[in-house]
């Protein structure tokens, strides 16, 4: 029972990271159908920003990535109003092609400062040694990292629940036109949602950095992870992201034990594969109506 | 119609310009009576230029060291430098840029094996003398080629070392593998995977992790369960770290050899996030010190000297012999210069000196590696030590 | 008047000047040249698919690859000739590509966007791992072949062939998406459910489109292996990929001319950047947006609204007849 009880922890702890990943591309899809390629760029800005913060300015840990987290939600807002609300509603090739480019230039960006090395982005609990319970080894960045997802992800199903917001961006994401017929300010949603998406990216990125280092190219794993998650969840369901990141968590882990190490490269392909030929929608996925 | 006829006539001129440029060029490309222009190349953009730049840094800071102190035979080295982007398409367009657009005498240059590989042609066919850089990939410079020299250790050179010193580990039976899959690490696994079985080692698990990996769980877990006597890691730095932590943390033993990548042990170590991860690592490397070490007391001030913003890093060493090697060739062929007579002093190169490098440089006939030297590193406390060839018997 | 004689004069004249460049050339520029006239081919190729039919498909950076992988195992393992390896790649792409058509048949298309990616990558995984057959991360090597005068060592040789390859599959294309298959394509654009009742068939269309498609990637991979000289499997990935979109969406979707400026325009940009280094990664990305952002319909769109370009119609001699209509109102 060993082996297995450690996969799945550590499973679960990468898996969360792949949810809140996969939460920000699917919310920006639902919105405003675009597929955004830069999310993995967002999720690096959003790290190094907590990062110089913390040892440049010397915020209280805290402190720093909540400021980081707003910092990359404003950042989203500005980006949608003035790179994606001027083409809307052009060709959705068009639009992924923008966030192509602005992955480049993001990456660009860090990397004048930030290009010449890998750097290490500090622990919330530094001298906490592994914690070990019975057979269960665990390290507290994991347990931060769970209960951090988890209390965003209760706060988000409050939020889309019970603000006005949060309904109001429902309403947008299921009938653009008849929200904007009842007055719904639909370029607010917008860059509500865009700014929505970037914070829950760095709030990812702040999360995943200790672990995995930071450097500008830090994002692209994690981009990819997340579409397989996103996938795996149907790509328009919130609740489908984070039990398809889970479970692509999961999946690595098990796969690269029990089948071989080699897989874990790919294993996120198959998934993708697998699950769009089973289930063409994905798990949360509903089968669309055709309209003429 | 006229535009079509002045078109010809403008065709025609420039092809009579270019015989009259190749019949008049007697001397080759590249060389005044002051001056040596060199080409160089490496990965400076992207991902990669986090190797390109203090690679060829260190070279650029022996060339400039070498300028001040009145150049060669009276000229001054140029250095025109080129971006490859790691990328074999963009390597072979730079490569051909600095021969014939900037028409470089010679080339120093190189840090990504696939590249360099893919660039190789243009050197032969131009015959133009060409110093690898850093890249490791043995097909490089073997077969030898006449215009085609390396100072740096070939991957299979790095692999062999990891293996005879993992063979020396007291009762030694089973070893682990852990690597990545590409040209850097497949270049060090041939080595190995020659010789393991007559080294009487058995391997019990061989497993990949991935490029940028944040999580080595299942590859602990595996060579856990293999219960291996050493660990070898053909892992890059973060990489590396991610490996050692998690190795740490589900108490997989060591010893660990990693190879030249990790040199930089207390930079690992730091990285890991943990004050012991590398009580039981071990670096291969062909580099006479650590970073700091009063053995390369010299090269890192000449480094420091020209670059001073720069992290010094055992990279920041690896271009430096090969820099090394090409000023004392250019010196011996002598003030009437030419391709030729470089290849014939870089040929005839006998215990050169290396500068960082832990060897004494020596080219021959059909021999085009130059340097083959290496030795493993480990940490004492706080402290980077040179651990010889084979596990120490005090231990 | 002028605008007549600019086009009755301007294939005649461009390849004139096409098939003098070669004298004006160092093999470094030819080299650049090559290149653009294969992502010319390439862009041609994935215009196709994603401008004129709309499908959201991410493989053909992979097909690309099986074309180069093809087409340099045949030539280095075999001793093929080139004359049969180059579209030997370009079958082997083009029957691997019309499986795409099967995802395609019932999926949306960020699901279909999504296989594809996944089915590429997997393509690019056992190029590095399937060893034994194509030698991994080592790469394999194309012979320097000779046929009679002509030798593959040559940039300048290697650029009338591929100059040449690129010619036909230009009118190839054209031809094709000015008859009724071009536009049974943007009747599926548009409305797959239209265009079924139309008597279009979804399932046929849309498998040749993707193996035509796919064709066109494999010839372009071929001929970037012979250009190139050495392929490895980390050439055909992602990175490779973006390069096509940009092409196709710079240069105008749904454009013959938009793949041709595009393809010149995205090639040669990175070598006119080599000198800013630092700032390249920057400038492309945020010359990316802004292209995109001002001109969405891409540089040929943008340039047909000014008038600059011609427009280009789905029907074959339409501009013939527009002119006679003309002639005979007039008089």
Known sequence: MEIPLLLTASGLANGALYALVALGLVLVYKTQDVVQFGHGEVLMIGAFIGYSLLNYLGLPYPAAMLAAVLACGIMGFVLERIAFRPIAYHHHITLAMVTVGLSFALKGIARIPFGADIYTFPRLFPDTPTIVWGKLIVTPQHLVTIGVALALTIGLFVFFRSTTMGKQMRATQQNLTGASIIGINTGLIFSGTWALACAIGAVAGVLAAPDALLYPDMGARFLLKGFAAAVLGGFESVPGAIVGGLLIGLIDNFAGFYIDTAFQEISAYCIIILVLFVWPYGLFGRRPTHRV | ?395 | MTRDLIHRWFAPVAIAILLLVPLTTNSYIQFIINQVIVYVIIAIGLNLLLGYAGQFAFAHAAMMGIGAYTAALLMHRLGVTFWIAVPAGGFAAAAIGSLGALPAMRMKRVYLALMTLAIAELIQWVLVHWKVVTLGTDGVKIPHEKFLWFTLASDYHKFYLILAAMAVLYVVARRLVESKFGRSLVAIRENEIVAQCNGISIAHTKAAVFAVSAFYAGIGGALFALVLGHIVPDGFGLFQLVVHFSIVVIGGLISMFGSVIGAVLLTTLPELLRGVRALQELIYGVLLMVFIIFMPGGIAGFAKQRGWLPDEILVRGWRALQARLKREGGS
């Not at chain 2, 160089?40 to 840094?57: D, E, K, Q, R």
């Not at chain 2, 944040?214 to 890691?233: H, I, M, R, Y």
């Not at chain 2, 210069?337 to 059909?366: H, I, M, N, Q």
């Open chain 2, 1 to 395: 119609m006229t535009a079509k006829r002045s078109m010809k006539l403008a065709g025609l001129a420039v092809a009579a310009g270019l015989a009259w440029a190749g019949a008049a060029g007697a001397a080759d490309p590249g060389i005044t009576d002051t001056t040596i222009k060199l080409g160089m190349f490496g990965p400076l953009t992207g991902a990669v230029s986090i190797y390109g730049y203090p690679i060829n840094n260190g070279a650029i800071a022996i060339y400039n060291e070498t300028n001040a102190a009145g150049g060669i035979n009276g000229r001054k080295i140029e250095i025109v430098h080129e971006d490859d982007g790691c990328d074999p398409a963009k390597t072979r367009a730079a490569v051909k840029k600095l021969i014939e657009q900037d028409k470089v005498f010679a080339i120093h240059g190189g840090s990504c094996s696939g590249g360099v590989n893919a660039a190789k042609d243009e050197f032969i066919s131009g015959k133009v003398p060409f110093m690898v850089m850093a890249a490791t990939l043995d097909a490089i410079s073997d077969p030898p080629n006449r215009y085609i020299f390396t100072t740096t250790l070939p991957g299979s050179g790095d692999g062999g070392i990891m293996l005879n010193f993992a063979k020396t580990v007291p009762n030694a039976k089973k070893i682990a593998i852990v690597r990545h899959q590409d040209d850097w690490a497949n270049a060090k696994m041939k080595n190995i995977s020659a010789g393991y079985a007559a080294a009487g080692l058995q391997i019990v698990a061989d497993e990949t992790l991935a490029r940028n990996a944040t999580d080595a769980t299942a590859q602990v877990l595996k060579v856990k369960a293999g219960n291996p006597d050493v660990v070898l890691f053909l892992l890059y730095p973060g990489e590396s770290a991610v490996f050692l932590r998690d190795a740490e943390k589900y108490g997989v033993k060591g010893p660990f050899v990693g190879s030249n990548s990790v040199m930089d042990l207390l930079d690992l170590r730091e990285r890991t996030g943990s004050k012991t991860s590398v009580n039981n690592a071990y670096a291969s490397a062909f580099l006479q010190g650590y970073v700091g070490d009063p053995a390369l007391e010299k090269w890192t001030a000449i480094y420091r000297k020209h670059f001073p913003n720069d992290k010094v890093q055992s990279l920041s060493f690896y271009g430096m012999s090969g820099a090394l090697t090409m000023v004392d060739a250019m010196k011996r062929a002598g003030k009437d210069l030419t391709r030729e007579k470089l290849v014939d002093a870089l040929e005839a190169t006998k215990d050169g000196e290396a500068g960082p490098g832990y060897c004494k440089v020596t080219f021959g006939k059909d021999v085009r590696q130059g340097c083959l030297g290496g030795t493993i590193w480990g940490v004492k406390g706080d402290q980077i030590v040179n651990i010889g060839p084979s596990w120490p018997k005090t231990n």
